[in-house]
């Protein structure tokens, strides 16, 4: 059964940074474009960002750009999301899964769904 396993959150000051990391049991990641994305208390979720099947196509929410980077290293079957200059407003459950990379970042219905990881920021 394919799970996506999130990994990498945590508590950081405002300012500060994380790296989440993104991975798949039963499936080979290099096989997919990887999806991003967070869901806030009481808001809708939304996409943060997505990477291609070679690591060379990337898209990111205008609120995260310039912040966030997206990477993937298929030898180990992991994606990652390096967050920067975090903000408040970054707080939320990050999740990943498979789905589509271009100028939209969509997660097609069926899309499979790990547990997330919590990132908070807070002073």
């Known amino acids: 059964q394919l799970q996506f396993v999130e990994s990498g959150g945590g508590l950081v000051q405002p300012g500060g940074s994380l790296r989440l990391s993104c991975a798949a049991s039963g499936l080979r990641l290099d096989s997919y474009a990887i999806l991003w994305f967070r869901q806030a208390p009481g808001k809708e979720r939304e996409a943060v960002s997505c990477?291609?099947?070679?690591?060379?196509?990337?898209n990111y929410a205008d609120s995260v750009k310039g912040r966030f980077t997206i990477s993937r290293d298929n030898a180990k079957n992991t994606v990652y999301l390096e967050m920067n200059n975090l903000k408040p407003e970054d707080t939320a459950i990050y999740y990943c899964?498979?789905?589509?990379?271009?100028?939209?970042?969509?997660?097609?219905?069926?899309?499979?769904w790990g547990q997330g990881t919590q990132v908070t920021v807070s002073s």
């Open positions: 990477i291609g099947l070679s690591g060379r196509s990337t």
């Open positions: 899964t498979a789905g589509l990379c271009s100028r939209k970042i969509v997660a097609p219905p069926g899309s499979p």
